[in-house]
C-alpha cells in the first residue's frame, strides 16, 4: 500500500511508467535513510543532469502525502519515509482477507498442468507442472479471476500404441489388481527394452526418434485405437482407469483439484479438422507420404513442424490445435496458461504460430510457462526404472523423512504437512524456469529458506499468542508511539504482501510470494528475538505487539495458502 503511493507519486514525476518503477524502486540497507528509495541515476542519461541534482530537484518538487511523510534527497537517491503510525494503525486491523483483490474481475484463466501420461507413472517433471499450476489457480483465484485448472492428461500417442502391444503379450493380470501402477511401467519399460528405446523423463511429449518393427507394431494399435477397434479400445480402457488410480493417490496427498480433466484422445478429430483446414489455405502441406506439415519460420525451410502423421493419425500437436479452439470456444478466456517442462516450448512456439496463421485472435493470450529441471544431485533414489525418477517415491520419502526429523527434535507437527510442504516449497521458492537443486536436507532444513522453516514460524506465532494471557488484546488501546525499529520493519513488511501478490499473478511466478515469506519470516524472528512480546508491565506495549504476532500470522496463513502449503498451530 506504502510503495503503492510512491509509485503513484514518481509516476507523475517521472514519467516512467509502473512496471518500470515496481522494479526500479529499492529498500535502503538502513531505515535511518528511508523506507523506500528511487535511484536517480537511472534518469541522468535522459535529463542530461547528475543524479544528485535530479535528486535534489525531485525531493523539492514531490509533495508529502499522508502515506509518504516526508521526502529527502541522499546522494543520487530519492528516499521516501512512510507514515508509520498510519502502517501500524492499517496492519494491526488486517484480517484472513488481506491481500485478496478485485483486480482480476473475474476474468476467466485458464491453466493447463500436471498432464501426465496415462499408463506411465507420474515422474518428478510432472511435480512441478502440478505444483506451479496448484498455485497459480491459489493466486488467480485470490486476485478474484476465474480460474480453471484443466488436466489434459496423455491418454493416447506412440507410448499408448506400446503400452497396448506389452500389454497383449506380457501382462501379469495378479500384479495389475495388486500394484496397478507398477505393473503398467514394468510393460512399458520391457517394452522400451525390446524396442531399445529410452525410457526418458522430462519432456516427453515428442517421443518418437526410434523407428523399428517394434515402433511400427505401436503405431499400428494406435491406428486401431483411432479407428474404434473394440478389442484395443477395452485394453485401453483397463489401462486408463488402472493408472488413474496411481494419480487420484498423488493428487490427494498434495490436495490438487482441477475444474475439469480432459484427455488429449478427445480432440483428435477436431485437430484433424484443423488440419483440413490448414491444407485448404495453404497454410500446410502435404508430404509424398502423406504426412502434413507447416513451414513454422518462413524463411528457413529446414522449419517444418508434422501436425498429421503419414498415416493420417493425429499426434501431440494435432490434438493441441483443436484442443486450443475447443477451450477457447468453451470458455472464452482472457488468460490461457500452458505449464509444462521448457523443452516444449518448440512445440508450443509452433502451436502458437499455426493458430495465429490461422487466424484466430486468441493467440495473444495464450503463454507457455516452461520449467526447468529437477536436479537430485548425487543422492540416489530407488527407484522402479533406474533413470526415471518417480513422483511417488519422492514424496512418500520425504514424508518417511520428515518423521524422523520431528521425532530426533522432540517437536510436534504432522510429517505429511512438513514433508508434503517441503517439496512444495522447494519448487516454487526456485524462479520456474530456473533448475530446482533437490536434496533432502535443504528440503527438509528447520532453517534457512525451507518450508519446515516457515511453517516453524507460524506455529511459534501461534504459541505465543496461545500463552498471553490478555485474551482481548484485539479491542483494547494499544501503544502507537514510538515504534522500535523490529517493529517498524515488521510492519513494513506485512504491508507489501497486497502487491507481492498482484506482481505474482501478472509474472504467472509463484517465487516472488515464496521469498516473500521467507522474509516475512525472517523479519519476524528478529522482532521476536529483540522484543519481547508478553509483559506485565506495559499492557498497551503487549497489546501492540500480540497484535502485530497475530496480523504477522494472518499474513503467513494467507501466503502459504497461495503455495498450497498447510500451516500447523504446533510443531
Ligand atoms: N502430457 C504431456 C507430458 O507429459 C504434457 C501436456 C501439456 N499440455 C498440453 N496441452 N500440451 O509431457
Same mark, same amino acid.
Given at each position: ?72 534527497? %541522499? ?6 519515509? $512512510? ?27 485458464? $491453466?493447463?498442468?500436471?498432464?501426465? #501420461?496415462?499408463?506411465? @507413472? ?104 483411432? +479407428? ?79 501436425? /498429421? ?43 502458437? %504460430? ?23 544431485? &548425487? ?10 525418477? /518417480? ?23 504432522? @510429517? ?32 534457512? #529458506? ?19 494471557? &490478555? ?8 501503544? +502507537?508511539?514510538? /515504534? ?9 513488511? $506485512? ?14 511466478? @509463484? ?8 522474509? +516475512?519470516?525472517?523479519?519476524? &524472528?528478529?522482532?521476536?528475538? &529483540? ?41
Amino acid at each position: 500500500m506504502f510503495k503503492e503511493e510512491v509509485i503513484k507519486l514518481l509516476e507523475k514525476e517521472t514519467r516512467l511508467k509502473r512496471e518500470e518503477l515496481i522494479n526500479l524502486i529499492e529498500i535502503p540497507p538502513n531505515p535511518q535513510l528511508g523506507d523506500f528509495a528511487f535511484p536517480c541515476f537511472i534518469l541522468s542519461k535522459k535529463e542530461k543532469k547528475a543524479p544528485n541534482q535530479i535528486a535534489e530537484h525531485f525531493a523539492k518538487q514531490i509533495k508529502p502525502t499522508k502515506e509518504i511523510e516526508s521526502i529527502k534527497a %541522499t546522494g543520487p537517491y530519492l528516499n521516501f519515509f $512512510i507514515n508509520k503510525k498510519m502502517a501500524a494503525e492499517k496492519i494491526l486491523k488486517i484480517n484472513s482477507n488481506y491481500g485478496k483483490s478485485s483486480l482480476g474481475k473475474k476474468h476467466k484463466v485458464v $491453466i493447463d498442468f500436471s498432464a501426465p #501420461n496415462i499408463g506411465k @507413472p507420474m515422474h518428478i517433471g510432472h511435480i512441478r507442472s502440478t505444483i506451479l499450476g496448484d498455485s497459480l489457480m491459489r493466486i488467480y483465484n485470490f486476485l478474484n479471476y476465474d480460474p480453471i485448472g484443466i488436466n489434459y492428461l496423455g491418454d493416447t500417442g506412440l507410448h499408448i500404441g506400446k503400452l497396448i502391444v506389452a500389454y497383449e503379450l506380457w501382462l501379469d493380470k495378479q500384479a495389475l489388481k495388486k500394484d496397478p501402477v507398477g505393473e503398467l511401467l514394468r510393460l512399458y519399460v520391457k517394452f522400451c527394452a525390446e524396442e531399445k528405446s529410452k525410457v526418458e523423463e522430462g519432456a516427453d511429449a515428442d517421443e518418437e526418434f526410434t523407428n523399428n518393427e517394434w515402433t511400427d507394431r505401436a503405431k499400428d494399435k494406435l491406428k486401431l485405437l483411432e +479407428l474404434g477397434d473394440k478389442k484395443t479400445h477395452k485394453i485401453w480402457e483397463e489401462i486408463e482407469k488402472a493408472s488413474g488410480k496411481g494419480f487420484d493417490k498423488v493428487y490427494d496427498l498434495l490436495n490438487v483439484n482441477f475444474s475439469e480433466t480432459t484427455g488429449q484422445s478427445k480432440f483428435s478429430q477436431k485437430g484433424k479438422d484443423i488440419v483440413m483446414i490448414a491444407l485448404e489455405k495453404g497454410i500446410a502441406r502435404r508430404e509424398a507420404d502423406g504426412a502434413v506439415y507447416v513451414q513454422v519460420d518462413k524463411t528457413n525451410p529446414d522449419s517444418k513442424k508434422y501436425i /498429421l502423421r503419414s498415416n493420417q493419425t493425429a499426434s501431440y500437436i494435432t490434438q493441441d490445435l483443436g484442443a486450443a479452439v475447443e477451450r477457447y470456444k468453451k470458455y472464452k478466456f482472457d488468460k490461457m496458461i500452458y505449464v509444462t517442462d521448457f523443452r516444449q516450448s518448440g512445440h508450443f512456439s509452433a502451436l502458437f %504460430t499455426i493458430l495465429k496463421t490461422l487466424g484466430y485472435d486468441f493467440t495473444s493470450k495464450m503463454n507457455h510457462l516452461g520449467f526447468g529441471t529437477v536436479k537430485f544431485g &548425487n543422492e540416489i533414489i530407488a527407484s522402479r526404472t533406474g533413470n526415471i525418477i /518417480l513422483l511417488e517415491d519422492v514424496l512418500n520419502k520425504t514424508v518417511e523423512k520428515a518423521k524422523e526429523e520431528i521425532k530426533k527434535r522432540k517437536t510436534k507437527g504432522n @510429517p505429511t504437512k512438513v514433508g508434503v510442504g517441503a517439496v512444495k516449497y522447494i519448487i516454487l521458492k526456485n524462479e520456474p524456469i530456473k533448475d530446482v537443486q533437490f536434496s533432502w536436507e535443504s528440503a527438509l532444513s528447520f532453517e534457512g #529458506n525451507t518450508g519446515p522453516y516457515l511453517q516453524y514460524s507460524y506455529a511459534r506465532a501461534s504459541s505465543i499468542i496461545k500463552k498471553a494471557k &490478555n485474551k482481548n488484546f484485539n479491542k483494547g488501546k494499544v501503544k +502507537l508511539e514510538n /515504534l522500535d525499529n523490529f517493529e517498524v520493519a515488521l510492519i513494513k513488511k $506485512i504491508s507489501d504482501f497486497p502487491e507481492i501478490v498482484i506482481q505474482a499473478g501478472d509474472k504467472m511466478n @509463484p517465487a516472488l510470494i515464496a521469498n516473500y515469506s521467507h522474509e +516475512l519470516c525472517q523479519s519476524f &524472528n528478529e522482532f521476536y528475538h &529483540n522484543c519481547p512480546v508478553l509483559s506485565d508491565k506495559d499492557k498497551m506495549q503487549e497489546a501492540l505487539r500480540l497484535r502485530l504476532v497475530d496480523s504477522f500470522r494472518t499474513t503467513l496463513q494467507n501466503a502459504l495458502n497461495l503455495l498450497g502449503i498447510e500451516t500447523m498451530e504446533e510443531m
